[in-house]
């Protein structure tokens, strides 16, 4: 594969650059640097969304008109690969990467239009009403109800899980709106307000202490039938155009491979063996495998369609790289653990104090996170789809099993 940059490609890359060095504060480099979450705050994602639309760089899958950019593979590629260099945090997938793509494909003209400039400027701020307590990877499961009543639904049952909920005005949702067929069938796509009497948000608090995800209870809500994105009970089709973007629709690898480049120094820092060092050249090379291989992806797609399956095998791999080096970063932060001893016996049973400087090491910044980082990305391998249904639906669709 040729990697030459072409001199307008250079440019443009010079471009990103001092936007970034002049656009990026350091209290937004000091929050990704301390992200354990794949998703920023409310406060931070919208904070850096403004500043990206204002140069016009928000949303650079959309089509032009709708506000997105009218950039080659190269630039995207680009745009990618520096934004992860120089630490921006990412923003919350939900509208942009999410709904957006889903509107765009599947809306009508006046959903367009009133929906996309309110994602972009964020006046609304989206989550994702999919999981239900007894359907998570089995989707088709679902059985929160949206029952007929003239122009509306009204809608009862709970989803979980949705990250947050509890910031979000407006929520796109699966509801039943058949149960008499196959369990794919009679399921629609509805845009719910979240303000809407009869909506509650209960928080889910992480292992790793932090508030990310809710429950939510949806009791006699009452949804506009213009809500419906596509066709009523035809909703399947459109959480699946959806779920390739979730799933594929961004670059893991430019991240991983600056996450990579993060450990290294802390290694350096820490005083780590030539095994570490060794392990994470191997985590390297597989997340420039993966660089490439979406590289491949967005050339195939900068004719216009969908990620396909290949957003299944993009999953895969980045969620799992992901949770390794997630797992290299605590043996690195291992390196600063010390026991702490303020004295010790001699053999003759005397007390001694300790040497100065052997107690109460508490290391570097690059450590304050690594836990929390670890347990939140176990979820990884099993939001939007788990890796085992990932691999199902490639058995099935790619091989023929």
Known sequence: MNLDFLPEEEAFRDEVRAFLGRELTAELRAYA???????????????????????????PGWPVEYGGCDWTVAQKYIFDVEMARAGAPPLSPMGIAMCGPALIGHGTKAQKDYYLPRILSGEDFWCQGYSEPHAGSDLASLTMSARD??????????????????????????????ASGKPQQGITFLLIDMTTPGVRVDPIIMTSGEHIQNAIFFDDVRVPKANVIGKVNEGWTVAKYLLEFERGGSSYGPRLKARVGSLRRNAAEAGTGPDMLARLS???????????????????????????????????????????????????A?????????????????????????????????????????????????YAGSNEIQRNILAKAQLGL
Not at 36 to 49: G, I, N, P, R
Not at 299 to 325: C, D, F, N, V, W
Not at 351 to 360: C, D, K, L, R
Request: aromatic share 6%; charged share 20%; glycine share 8%.
């Open 282 to 332: 191997q985590a390297e090379a597989d997340a420039s495998a993966l660089e490439a291989a979406e590289l491949m992806m967005m050339s195939e797609l900068s004719g216009g369609g969908t990620p396909g399956l290949k957003a299944s095998m993009m999953k895969i791999k980045g969620t799992e790289l992901s949770q390794r080096l997630t797992e290299l970063a605590l043996e690195i």
């Open 149 to 178: 009543d003239g122009d509306a639904f009204i809608c009862n049952g709970s989803k979980i899980w949705t990250t947050h909920a509890h910031e979000a005005n407006m929520c796109f949702c699966l509801v039943r709106t058949d």
């Open 33 to 59: 640097a301390r992200m354990t979450s794949v998703y920023s705050d409310k406060e931070t994602a919208l904070a850096w969304q403004a500043i990206l639309v204002k140069q016009g760089w928000a949303a």
């Open 334 to 382: 291992g390196n600063w653990a010390r026991p702490f001893q303020p004295h010790h016996t001699n053999p003759g049973g005397e007390v001694v104090n300790a040497p100065s400087g052997s107690a109460a090491l508490v290391g570097p910044e690059s450590a304050v996170t690594v836990s929390a980082k670890y347990l939140n990305d176990r979820a990884g391998s099993i």
